[in-house]
């Protein structure tokens, strides 16, 4: 059984950095895409960037573009969401999640129902 854990979140000024980490523990799929959603309080969840561990192709919902960079170290199975300028409308439950095959916007707007492992998700809170 995969497990992940998150780690990173807190509460920031607007402008600020964050960066959040993904370390995945147990046996996982030969190619699978890693990726973080966020869900804000009376909002949908949304699928916000995923990166593929056969070749590093990446997505980033359009909101964050520019702003958010994604990685994967694959010898430390731990993923990398780096969060620059961050905005109030940030502010949501990150969560990490596994996928068995590879970073689509397919699955990011597939959501939890997509994915194959979940992770128990890390706070971002951005003050203006």
């Known amino acids: 059984e995969v497990q992940l854990v998150e780690s990173g979140g807190g509460l920031v000024q607007a402008g600020g950095s964050l960066r959040l980490s993904c370390a995945t523990s147990g046996p996982t799929f030969e190619d699978y895409g890693i990726g973080w959603f966020r869900q804000a309080p009376g909002k949908a969840l949304e699928g916000v960037s995923c990166i593929s561990s056969s070749d590093g192709d990446t997505y980033y919902t359009p909101s964050v573009e520019g702003r958010f960079s994604i990685s994967l170290d694959k010898s430390k199975n731990t993923a990398y969401l780096q969060m620059n300028n961050l905005k109030p409308e940030d502010t949501a439950v990150y969560s990490c999640?596994?996928?068995?095959?590879?970073?689509?916007?397919?699955?990011?707007?597939?959501?939890?129902?997509?994915?194959?492992?979940w992770g128990q998700g890390t706070q971002v809170t951005v003050s203006s």
């Open positions: 999640a596994v996928h068995d095959g590879y970073c689509s916007i397919f699955w990011m707007v597939g959501g939890r129902f997509a994915s194959d492992y």
